[in-house]
């Protein structure tokens, strides 16, 4: 998903780089519905790094064994929230993408930068 997330980036980069080339309504819809995609795969990321980093503080903290045991389960608390978050954002990304591969969009994409010669795959 991070590398998915990288190549959004880099999509929306360039479309934003040539959008005074194309008509504004148009790449405003195609910017907006990735900017959705990006979003959700931005806030997956976030979750994953800060679970497994506050896993791993709360690992170094009991080693250390002078850390109180209501700060570790506060911690344990903590990660397993912020990787439930996680997971519920990996169960919407599934909407996102459809929505960024609605027709509408395939087609815009279709008009505004014509044909490579492949078929993509499509989402259902």
């Known amino acids: 998903m991070h590398e998915l997330r990288k190549t959004c980036k ?3 980069y360039l479309l934003e780089f040539f959008q005074s080339f194309y008509p504004s309504n148009a790449m ?5 519905a990735l900017k959705g995609l ?3 795969l931005g806030e997956f990321q976030d979750y ?7 896993l791993s503080f709360g690992m170094q903290m009991a080693e250390n064994q002078q850390t109180p ?3 570790l389960l ?3 608390t903590l990660a397993g929230s912020l990787l ?3 997971q519920q954002t990996r169960e919407e990304f599934l909407h996102r993408l459809k929505t960024f591969c609605r027709p509408k969009n395939h087609q815009l994409f279709q008009k505004l930068f014509g044909s490579t010669g492949r078929k993509g795959a499509v989402v259902q």
């Open 74 to 76: 506060a911690m344990g």
């Open 38 to 40: 990006q979003d959700n």
């Open 84 to 86: 439930h978050q996680q």
């Open 28 to 32: 405003r819809t195609l910017v907006k």
């Open 10 to 12: 880099n999509l929306r």
């Open 48 to 54: 994953q790094v800060q679970g497994e980093a506050m």
């Open 69 to 71: 045991p209501a700060t």
